[in-house]
């Protein structure tokens, strides 16, 4: 049982529609205002999606790259970019995504029904985008929406071996129309599932799954990912105002559980990530 619990915040996503839901950060500006506030409030890692100057999704090459340095400028966490994109990018943009060094990316083992959608990852894609990864220095973080990604994940790692850095951090995304429910039961299947090569493992549920997930996690030891890019009510009626909000949510259940959040620098050290931090500058922070 590991003694201090990573708090991934997902503050944005794909899906969610700036004009249905104003307080979604989708400018550079709303994002590093948020990141500094997550942080703040026990985050140790962010996961990226970026938007268009109309508030669209986007895989802009300079907009990525602009994103990660203001992150890394701003703060101390662990960057993650999404090479998901929204389930419309053709995959060749999805692997442009390194371009921008990430400390980290996603890296999801599998299509999967997306609600009306299909979010397309055939294995070529993933085995491509994996050695990618490992080449660029970059950590990957396994993205499991279903049982059968557990069986890619095997795969991957019996073909390619571990990634850069050594570790292997998985994020189970229960919840979505068309992938694993967001239960107990379910986590618990895909947990006794995986590799033995796997150090770390998060959960995430989906709208109302979000709450009963994350206990389940901390329960047996996972990390956590909350945000609005998962989960847009604190409560019936309650709409979040703020990712920051999610993340202090989180970081109490982890100190009632006794799980207390990890500052950056031990989950650098979780994960395995490069140094890509300024060297000059602002101080890391040791929390």
């Not at 802009?60 to 990660?68: A, G, I, N």
Request: proline share 7%; glycine share 10%.
């Amino acid at each position: 049982m590991p003694a201090s619990t990573l708090i991934t915040v997902a503050p944005t996503g794909a899906e969610t529609t700036k004009a249905d839901f104003p307080q979604l950060p989708t400018t550079l500006e709303e994002l590093v205002e948020t990141a500094v506030r997550c942080e703040a409030a026990g985050a140790g890692l962010v996961h990226v999606h970026i938007r268009d100057a109309e508030h669209r999704p986007s895989l802009d090459p300079v907009r990525l790259s602009d994103t990660v340095q203001a992150l890394r400028e701003a703060t101390d966490l662990v960057v993650q970019l999404s090479t998901g994109g929204s389930v419309h990018d053709p995959l060749e943009h999805r692997l442009q995504v390194l371009d921008a060094e990430p400390d980290s990316c996603s890296l999801t083992c599998g299509s999967v029904n997306f609600g009306d959608e299909v979010f397309l990852n055939p294995y070529p894609f993933m085995s491509e985008l994996y050695v990618q990864a490992q080449e660029r220095e970059v950590v990957p973080e396994f993205e499991l929406f279903d049982l059968g990604h557990v069986a890619a994940l095997h795969r991957l790692l019996d073909q390619h071996g571990l990634p850069y850095g050594g570790a292997v951090h998985v994020d189970f995304v229960t919840g979505v129309p068309g992938g694993m429910p967001g239960t107990v039961p379910a986590l618990v299947a895909g947990v006794q599932a995986l590799p033995a090569e796997v150090t770390s493992w998060s959960a995430t549920g989906i709208g109302r799954a979000h709450l009963p997930v994350a206990a389940a996690a901390l329960a047996m030891g996972g990390h956590l990912r909350v945000g609005m890019e998962d989960n847009l009510m604190m409560a019936r009626g309650r709409p979040v105002q703020h990712n920051a909000d999610l993340v202090s949510r989180a970081a109490g259940l982890a100190e009632t559980l006794q799980r207390p959040v990890m500052g950056t620098v031990e989950a650098r050290t979780l994960l395995g990530v490069k140094e890509r931090r300024p060297t000059a500058g602002r101080p890391s922070s040791a929390r």
